[in-house]
């Protein structure tokens, strides 16, 4: 009875092991700075539509990618890359939106500050749990 036991603890470990997601993390997050990087450069240039293409061409991906990792079991994700999650996806949002916000402003037409405001809606959407 001792052997089972020993032998059922051994493969719950053994199958904890395999499923990590720190890997899909991390690729979510290179993914998150590539998209994000993009857009910047599109608001630098003044380019809001430019923008928002960049956007909903890795939209779903995007979301794809944050949904396979979003429900991460605790021991799925390790501490580093719970951190470093954080503050990606704090960064990522903080450039984006003080890139968008200048954008907007340079752009001195409401309708354009309204566009800007809902392609940032879209963008934080992506992470919603």
């Known amino acids: 009875m001792r052997k089972l036991l020993v032998l059922l603890v051994f493969a719950v470990a053994l199958s904890?092991?395999?499923c990590s997601k720190d890997e899909a993390a991390k690729a979510f997050l290179t993914e998150l700075e590539s998209v994000s990087n993009a857009m910047v450069k599109e608001f630098d240039a003044g380019n809001i539509e430019g923008a928002r293409k960049v956007f909903e061409e890795k939209k779903s991906s995007l979301q794809s990618n944050f949904d396979a990792i979003k429900n991460?079991?605790?021991m799925q994700v390790s501490e580093e890359?719970?951190?470093e999650m954080?503050?990606?996806i704090q960064k990522n949002v903080?450039?984006?939106t003080k890139s968008a916000m200048s954008a907007a402003?340079?752009?001195n037409d409401q309708?354009?500050?309204e566009e800007v405001k809902t392609l940032l809606n879209d963008f934080v959407s992506v992470f919603k749990l």
Do not use: D, F, P
């Open 16 to 18: 904890g092991i395999g």
């Open 105 to 107: 402003m340079k752009s």
């Open 111 to 113: 309708k354009k500050a």
């Open 81 to 83: 890359v719970k951190k």
């Open 72 to 74: 991460a079991r605790e």
């Open 94 to 96: 903080g450039n984006l």
């Open 86 to 88: 954080t503050e990606s």
